[in-house]
Nanobody, 112 residues
């Protein structure tokens, strides 16, 4: 089974940027669609962005369109999320997801 480990979270001021990474192990994810989700305090987990196995197709939540970019490197078995123009409402734990598996999450905090 695939294991997922997120990294790159942290504290940033509004308007700043962060780049999250998700490293997969246990099997190649080159044939799997990959996703990022997030969960803010007292809120449901929500979809943020997804990328097809080839990287040729991406999708985004309306709330992050134009600010976040998902990408993948199948040779390195990784997927990334570049987050620009961050807002306080982006504060959440961000999770990598594929094939029913979840990472442990990485905390992103955006201060106003």
């Amino acid at each position: 089974q695939v294991q997922l480990v997120e990294s790159g979270g942290g504290l940033v001021q509004a308007g700043g940027s962060l780049r999250l990474s998700c490293a997969a192990s246990g099997r190649s994810v080159s044939t799997l669609n990959m996703n990022w989700y997030r969960q803010a305090p007292r809120k449901e987990r929500e979809f943020v962005a997804g990328i097809s196995w080839s990287g040729g197709s991406t999708s985004y939540a309306d709330s992050v369109k134009g600010r976040f970019t998902i990408s993948r490197d199948n040779a390195k078995n990784t997927v990334s999320l570049q987050m620009n123009s961050l807002k306080p409402e982006d504060t959440a734990i961000y999770y990598c997801n594929t094939a029913g598996r979840w990472g442990q999450g990485t905390q992103v905090t955006v201060s106003s």
